[in-house]
């Protein structure tokens, strides 16, 4: 949520922000409302000053043994205009508050304009795209061959884009999970494991609603909704706290299933593990102070970008443009790996600094050395999808013969060096 106090005093450059963003905003509904609000509040204040002032005169008439009935039925007049104005005035700030939760975050000045995912920067690759002496299979038919994954199963159980992981697919994916919560151990994250369902405030704070809940899984006859991504619980953990300034950075990650309702979305992402309802993601989270929070997006993509690069997989990052930026971001780098089945990169993680859109959703503050608080900068990443990572392996490192070799790192937690 961005400030309402600096959006009207910055409604011109705010709304010409906001225009190179995709999709629709009602920024130009705030500031006539915000004028409004400030009117209302005026008067209310200034009949509830007369309100008072009359009450003590009514007072000293009383104790003078005087009539004060005629100002008693004005007060009572008046009172009934100040329910008015108050009841107008609460319309006008819970109107606000709608318009706001709805307004997206302004993208931050290093981000490049463009209209949609065309115009994303490349920033920087690593290795080379897999090239093979024979024609490779995609993950969802080597899944087959293999016995790693029973799509039609899956189908029968639930339905449509859900995946039974089995025998060595199964341990795949578990080890790959173990091998990113480990890794991001190293760097000095916290692993948390967070329940999979979360409250209204949960999703509102993290900014999925209200814009977002069509794509959300409601839990039916509660106030609880599923996990879209393990960023909602985690940064929630101190919604409505004020931290200290020398906990600054505090760095989590957490494992969690996700799910999606993933509109709208249809071709060739929903084969195989891809574009699931429901999958498996590592995510990484970051509280961090203002001064240094873009720094420290370069250090959260650069943890991201580490398991690719142990795994050795070939991957690329891109700046996301303005017309591509998520909600709530401020800055986004989107990792994609190599995908020979597509024969494109494919996004594997999103890297983003929310600033303080988050913060101060969900109210999470910090104490400086000055007494003052502050709402922190909030920052989060895949860390990264493992269903997607999974796909990956097993697609860049299939053989010939129709096995795949285990890259080096996982062959420890999965217990072999190929699977056939």
């Known amino acids: 949520m961005l400030d309402l106090k600096y959006v009207c005093?910055?409604?011109?450059?705010?709304?010409?922000?906001?225009?190179?963003?995709s999709g629709k905003s009602p920024i130009g509904e705030v500031a006539p409302?915000?004028?409004?609000?400030?009117?209302?509040?005026?008067?209310?204040?200034?009949?509830?000053?007369?309100?008072?002032a009359v009450s003590k005169e009514i007072a000293e008439i009383k104790k003078n043994?005087?009539?004060?009935?005629?100002?008693?039925?004005?007060?009572?007049?008046?009172?009934?205009?100040?329910?008015?104005?108050?009841?107008?005035?609460?319309?006008?700030?819970?109107?606000?508050?709608?318009?706001?939760?709805?307004?997206?975050?302004?993208?931050?000045?290093s981000v490049p304009y463009g209209s949609d995912s065309d115009d994303n920067v490349e920033v920087r690759r690593f290795g080379e795209p897999t090239k093979f002496n024979f024609e490779p299979k995609a993950h969802w038919d080597l899944g087959l061959d293999l016995n790693l994954f029973d799509w039609e199963r899956a189908g029968k159980i639930t339905g449509a884009r859900f995946t039974v992981y089995k025998n060595w697919g199964a341990k795949l994916e578990r080890a790959i999970m173990n091998f990113m919560l480990d890794t991001h151990a190293q760097s000095n994250y916290t692993e948390v494991f967070p329940p999979f369902m979360v409250n209204r405030d949960s999703m509102i704070g993290t900014g999925q609603l209200p814009k977002f809940e069509e794509d959300m899984y409601a839990v039916k006859g509660t106030d609880f909704y599923l996990v879209p991504t393990a960023e909602v619980p985690v940064t929630n953990l101190h919604r409505g706290e004020i931290l200290d300034e020398k906990q600054l950075p505090i760095k989590y990650c957490a494992y969690t299933a996700c799910f999606r309702g993933e509109a709208g979305s249809a071709g060739r992402d929903t084969r195989g593990l891809i574009r699931q309802h429901q999958f498996n993601k590592v995510e990484l989270v970051k509280f961090a102070h203002p001064d240094n929070s873009f720094e420290e997006l370069e250090e959260l993509t650069n943890c991201a970008e580490k398991i690719l690069q142990l795994l050795n997989l070939p991957y690329r990052v891109v700046t996301l443009c303005t017309g591509d930026l998520g909600f709530g971001s401020a800055k986004t780098y989107d990792i994609e790996v190599w995908m020979p089945s597509y024969n494109r990169y494919v996004e594997i993680s999103s890297c983003s600094n929310y600033v303080d859109f988050q913060a101060r959703r969900a109210n999470i503050k910090f104490r400086d050395a000055d007494k003052k608080t502050r709402f922190v900068h909030t920052l989060n990443g895949s860390g990264l999808a493992i269903g997607r990572t999974t796909a990956a392996v097993i697609e860049n490192f299939q053989n010939e013969d129709g096995s795949v070799t285990v890259p080096e790192v996982l062959r420890k937690?999965?217990?072999?060096?190929?699977?056939?």
Do not use: C, F, W
């Not at 409302?33 to 008072?52: D, G, H, P, S």
């Not at 937690?413 to 056939?420: C, E, H, Q, R, V």
């Open 9 to 21: 005093e910055n409604i011109d450059y705010v709304t010409e922000k906001l225009s190179h963003r």
């Open 33 to 52: 409302l915000a004028e409004k609000r400030v009117k209302l509040i005026k008067k209310v204040e200034t009949l509830k000053a007369t309100k008072n």
């Open 65 to 109: 043994k005087g009539n004060a009935d005629s100002k008693i039925a004005e007060m009572k007049e008046l009172g009934e205009e100040i329910k008015q104005y108050d009841d107008e005035l609460n319309a006008v700030l819970e109107k606000l508050n709608e318009l706001m939760l709805a307004i997206p975050n302004i993208p931050d000045e």
């Open 413 to 420: 937690y999965i217990g072999t060096d190929i699977i056939k």
